[in-house]
């Protein structure tokens, strides 16, 4: 098992190690209040996936690409669930998706996700070599399982690149703030029409609401454009606190990452983390950057930490009380966490054993304790 930080050894070196050495295994990367698994076979990447449901959901990721609609998602999900058999499966034996515009789908999602992990700064990562069957579930949650594996040297290549121009676009295209106005068409960038179509200058929050495509790909069309002098950049307007909230809403434009930052910062204020969280974790998908809400996360984790420790002192030591949850499924922590309950060590002590996190070993144990799988004595 090889376990570190992206600080002590960035993401793309971890995939270099995989790749050169043709190794079988789980990567675990836990990304603030996310967990993401890459599963690995000689090297290439087999399987995705996340303990975040809506990071996984088959059909919403249909619904992105544009491959069915919600009336036939809905069909397949009723479907789904008299017949039990995977939701993917149901989609094609329907005829609502083709096959083989499923597993192109599947194959970008994973490869979109991939590249993402190249522009997170932080996060901690554990390897795992090959495990039994059995224990599969306990280290990795349901996962996109792709039909062919990709090279993991490929997505290295196209990952270097992307970190590189990234480090060009933030510069151009700061914030969700900024105003774009398309001032001529290119066919190479589609995304020219779709700034077109709005009456005049547009924020790029905005902009990225009504696409489907990653960060990235937007806003590398956009730098492109900007580069050849096809798309106008200004700061958002000032705000005068004179001006009626219907003209500040007006002058400020739509936002989206900033929106969700607002949003989360309220729910902070009234002890609603969890909420804030999911808020924060939308927010920094869209922008891995955003420095503000970074903060945000850091100080409800904070905020966190002393309400768990509070209701489950550090000194208390849990035990299991029963192994199984009538009628409740565990999550992938949940599992981890309640195989390292052993009624000797105290909260204290499990929250920075498990290998999952302070946070999130807590997170856990209170779920764990509501359930009344395990008791504090």
Known sequence: MLAGSFATMPFSDLLQWICDARRSGTLQVALEFEERYLRFVDGSIAAYGSDDPMARDLGRLCLQRG??????LLAAVEQQRQ?????????????????EALERAVRQHVEETVLGLFLWPEGRFTYRHEIAPEEALQFMPPEYELAEPFSTRQILMEGMRRLDEWTRIVKVLPSDDVLLQ??????????????????????????????????????????AAVERGLVAVEAAAVVEPSLTPARQRTVRGSTTVGHLVQAAQTMVTEGQHDEAAALLRSALALDPFRADARALLLSSRAAQLAALYEAMPGE????????????AVLSTRERRVLSQVNGRWDVAALALTTGVGELETLRALRRLIHSGLVELR
Do not use: W, Y
Request: hydrophobic letters at 45%.
């Open 83 to 99: 017949s039990h058999m995977p939701l993917g499966d149901v989609l094609v034996s329907s005829g609502a998706v083709p096959h």
């Open 67 to 72: 491959l069915c609609d919600e009336n036939a």
């Open 182 to 223: 398309a001032l001529g068409p290119a066919a190479d960038l589609p995304i020219l029409e779709e700034l077109a179509a709005h009456p005049g200058p547009t924020s790029l929050g905005q902009l990225l609401a009504e696409q489907g495509d990653s960060r990235f790909a937007v806003c590398a069309q956009l730098f």
């Open 316 to 327: 208390r030591v849990p035990a299991v009380v029963r192994r199984e949850a009538k009628g």
